[in-house]
């Protein structure tokens, strides 16, 4: 019989029985399994606000599988509110803020277990993050599913939905629609509640934690209208009972393999580069060594499987009701490691079994026709992809000496080699200006720098898609920096360039007509002319270097009070996810 945790903590401390009765639970609900039900509901956004609901079912859940639960809040933040402003400086420190919430709401309330129900950008990764630190534990994550998307927006495009708002701004801006236009689209851009209905963040760390065998099968990704976001919440609540009682832990489901399978799952569904942030991280928690050269070696021999936006053409909604991650799963069955376990207690394999007993992928299907769309449109096969490779790359040289990633997926493809001369900006704010008032131009590569972790790591949305969303920029000007993107964003994007500028890497001594090479094919990011005189990448290495002895930060830049102060002073490279390190002195 397990030993739980709670049990060991009442024989410490007598005033928790006083504490618990007082809260609602009766004498013979304390000796149950304590299970802490952590949701980041709040109602500052549409992903979060129904959160509280699906809390609700997995308690029931958990009282009718005989264990005794907790409710706990930890709201998130919402990036597209802070999208563009000085505010999402704290999107990505809030993942490890939430982390820590977490872990202390757990380590203080002597659980034995946890259901985390998750919403946001950062809920997922901050909740995937704890579950991988607490890995002792057993734990079931529980995703808050997929907003339902707008009206259609135009032929080409599809329904509108939130990473369109960005889109009809700048056609606004450039006198392509009307302002009345606009406001319309961007009243319907959110109609319901639930996660913004593509392939962004977080959608994909919704897909990832399926992927990994953390979520009850089919979870991932249920769009807000049907009835199985609950019922999926009030299952993972009667399981994490059972978890407890035949000792299934964290430990034995995050192994090194099933972070191989999240990536292969990544690569196939051409998910947000901002799971190049998180999966590292979590997998260092779980004791798991997981590089972007992982990423790399699998996206080349991955296919591109998922036809959903940004980089394709369905919604999230469409992706669930063609069968979802499951089905991604038994398209790369051949290749993936099915005999991962998971939180059902059974293997990826045998889920799969079970589903197709059940005759679910024809089933759920169904629900295409009432968008005349066939499963295959959304979810397509392994013999007819939609590209033969996943869609990330890892570039290195000598502008990026540890790496900078690109969605190859969200590029056109004539833009894989390009050469280009470097527009040099310290920052976000004057590159957008510099893409709407003319000056950015073809054949132009704009660098922005000092957004890396060290500055918060904020996205570059606004950028991508003032140059993606212009006829005469997609395939002629492309994008790097030390910052990252949006999982919404499009174009030739070069994000995670580490070492970042703060910390004197190459990117902050590049000059106005130098001269920069991306390379995709052989997986190079150089510097290859000086002020307009091509002289190759050795004779360019050395100028770099010389201009780094040289370098001094510009002033006003560093962070020294409050939160991002503390950030600043302890984050890693994006090149390592931009987690606080540890082993810190004060």
């Not at 579950?131 to 994550?141: Q, T």
Request: one cysteine or more.
């Amino acid at each position: 019989m397990v030993k739980l945790h709670s049990q060991k903590m009442r024989r410490i401390g007598p005033e928790i029985d006083a504490l618990r009765l007082a809260s609602g639970w009766q004498r013979q609900d304390l000796s149950k399994p304590w299970v802490m039900i952590e949701s980041s509901y709040g109602q500052a956004m549409p992903c979060s606000m129904h959160l509280d609901e699906m809390g609700r079912h997995a308690e029931a859940g958990i009282w009718e599988a005989g264990g005794a639960p907790a409710r706990y809040y930890d709201s998130g933040v919402c990036d597209g509110v802070m999208q563009g402003t000085e505010a999402m400086r704290y999107s990505l420190i809030s993942r490890e803020i939430m982390s820590f919430q977490v872990e202390i709401h757990f380590r203080a309330g002597h659980y034995d277990g946890m259901v985390m129900i998750s919403g946001e950008d950062k809920d997922a990764p901050a909740h995937l993050l704890t579950v991988a630190r607490l890995k002792d534990f057993p734990a079931i994550i529980v995703p808050g599913g997929s907003m339902m998307p707008g009206p259609e927006f135009s032929e080409e495009v599809g329904p509108m939905t939130l990473e369109k708002v960005g889109t009809t701004y700048s056609m606004m801006r450039r006198g392509e629609i009307s302002a009345e236009e606009f406001l319309f689209l961007q009243e319907q851009a959110c109609p319901s509640f639930g996660t913004c209905a593509f392939m962004g963040s977080a959608h994909t760390m919704q897909v990832m934690a399926e992927a990994m065998g953390l979520t009850v099968p089919t979870s991932a990704n249920i769009p807000y209208s049907q009835k199985e976001l609950f019922t999926n919440a009030r299952r993972a609540g009667e399981r994490i009972v059972e978890m407890i009682n035949e000792g299934l832990t964290t430990r034995k489901i995050l192994t090194k393999e099933a972070f191989e399978n999240a990536v292969m799952v990544h690569a196939a569904i051409s998910g947000s580069t901002n799971a190049l942030l998180h999966l590292p991280v979590i997998a260092k928690e779980a004791g798991v060594k997981l590089t972007l050269d992982v990423f790399d070696k699998l996206n080349a021999k991955i296919p591109t499987l998922v036809n959903v936006r940004p980089t394709g053409v369905h919604t999230t909604t469409m992706f669930w009701y063609a069968g979802g991650v499951q089905r991604v799963i038994k398209e790369l069955q051949r290749i993936l490691h099915m005999d991962c376990l998971t939180v059902t207690g059974k293997t990826l394999r045998e889920n799969l079994v079970d589903l197709e007993k059940k005759d679910y992928f024809r089933k759920v299907s169904r629900y295409l026709a009432n968008w005349k769309i066939l499963q295959n449109d959304v979810i397509k096969s392994m013999g007819k992809p939609l590209n033969k490779e996943g869609a990330i790359a890892i570039l290195r040289g000598n502008l990026a000496p540890e790496g900078a990633l690109v969605k190859k997926s969200a590029m056109d493809p004539s833009m894989r080699v390009f050469k280009g001369v470097a527009k040099p900006f310290d920052g976000q704010e004057s590159a957008l200006k510099a893409v709407f008032d003319g000056t950015v131009k073809a054949g132009d590569i704009v660098i922005i720098r000092y957004e890396g972790p060290k500055r918060g790591m904020p996205e570059q949305f606004y950028v991508t898609e003032a140059i993606a969303s212009n006829k005469n920029l997609w395939a002629g000007v492309a994008l790097i920096t030390d910052g990252r993107f949006s999982g919404a964003s499009r174009g030739p994007a070069i994000g995670h360039v580490s070492p970042e500028a703060m910390s004197g890497g190459p990117i902050a001594v590049v000059r106005e007509g130098d001269i920069v090479l991306v390379d995709i094919p052989h997986k190079r990011l150089d510097v290859v002319g000086v002020e307009g005189r091509e002289v190759g990448r050795e004779e360019a290495s050395k100028v770099l270097k010389k201009r780094l002895l040289r370098f001094n930060l510009p002033d006003g830049l560093a962070f020294n009070e409050g939160l991002l102060g503390i950030y600043a002073r302890l984050a890693t490279s994006g090149a390592k996810g931009g987690y606080i390190e540890r082993g810190f002195s004060t």
